[in-house]
């Protein structure tokens, strides 16, 4: 075999491929493969490392740049600008900053990336969401071996679906189709916005400041100073306009009065077998009216 030291390769082979330089070949630090006039190719080389457009690859296979396959399967990690492949990619983790497109993603760890398109399934312990790279504002959706899909922020879990298909709000373990909870307060809410007004449907709780309404199913605006409009307490009074009714039903307003059902002399008798207590404003007859003893009576 012929000795190419202390020659010119582009004088003597032409299609030569070499490692840096002609003297001292592979050793620990990464080279460019050349070719025969010394002109750096996309790969460098070490005695233990290979990269693709980098000359300092920081594992044994470095790729600076996008990854496109048919299929990837490693037993390890896999991170990279983006992964393209038509068919599976199968590893430990996923981790790309750009784009992973595959036909199905198969991990036994996280899969992160800053989008995922799969034509197939895609099969994870948990895919972390993280726009701004740092890990106090990353959004994990994850799937336990329990069938479970969740939404965590900062570790902690805020809404899950189980394997029953309720959906859980603050509730590690809903119960029901919907579980709304907050610890924190012992108060559960669903808030809704209609212009300047703002109505709060919650139970338990001591947040109104109104009162402690704790184990109490209550509807009050918050754009009014907060004034209750709808409370049901733990003994089953309703109460309107009031936080405390003493009375199975309790109407308290300074404002306006309540008004019983109106009807004319038809249209009460046709109620259906009405009950002894039961009281109407009859049109007709422009009176009050109560059934006392199974017969309809005048108040005045």
Excluded at 51 to 62: E, F, K, Q, W
Excluded at 135 to 145: D, L, T
Excluded at 247 to 269: K, Y
Aim: a negative charge; glycine letters at 12%.
């Amino acid at each position: 075999m012929s000795d190419l030291q202390n020659q010119t390769p582009a004088n003597t082979y032409k299609g030569l491929l070499q490692v840096g330089d002609y003297t001292n070949g592979i050793d620990a630090n990464s080279e460019y493969v050349q070719d025969g006039e010394g002109t750096n190719s996309v790969l460098s080389l070490s005695t233990t490392k290979v990269g693709v457009n980098t000359v300092s690859p920081s594992a044994d296979l470095d790729v600076n740049g996008d990854i496109e396959s048919t299929t990837l399967t490693t037993s390890g990690a896999v991170t990279a600008g983006s992964v393209s492949t038509s068919g599976a990619v199968t590893g430990g983790s996923v981790s790309t900053s750009g784009a992973v497109t595959a036909g199905s993603i198969s991990t036994s760890g996280a899969v992160g990336a800053g989008s995922i398109d799969v034509s197939g399934n895609v099969v994870a312990d948990e895919y972390a969401l993280d726009q701004t790279g740092t890990s106090s504002s990353a959004v994990a959706i994850h799937s336990p071996a329990t069938n479970e899909l969740a939404i965590r922020t900062n570790s902690t879990q805020q809404v899950i679906i189980n394997s029953a298909g309720n959906l859980g709000v603050g509730a590690t373990n809903p119960l029901v189709p919907i579980h709304i909870e907050e610890a924190t307060t012992s108060q559960a809410s669903i808030r809704f916005e209609v212009g300047t007004h703002i109505f709060d449907v919650g139970v338990g709780g001591s947040s109104n400041p109104n009162s402690d309404i704790r184990d109490r199913f209550y509807i009050y605006d918050t754009s009014v100073g907060g004034d209750v409009r709808l409370i049901i307490d733990e003994d089953g009074k309703i109460g309107i306009g009031t936080v405390s009714p003493t009375a199975v039903l309790e109407v308290s307003s300074t404002t306006s009065g309540m008004i019983i059902p109106r009807m004319t002399t038809t249209q009460r008798d046709a109620i259906s077998s009405p009950t002894n207590g039961e009281m109407i404003y009859n049109t007709t007859l422009n009176k009050f009216q109560g059934r006392a003893n199974g017969s309809w009576v005048d108040f005045h």
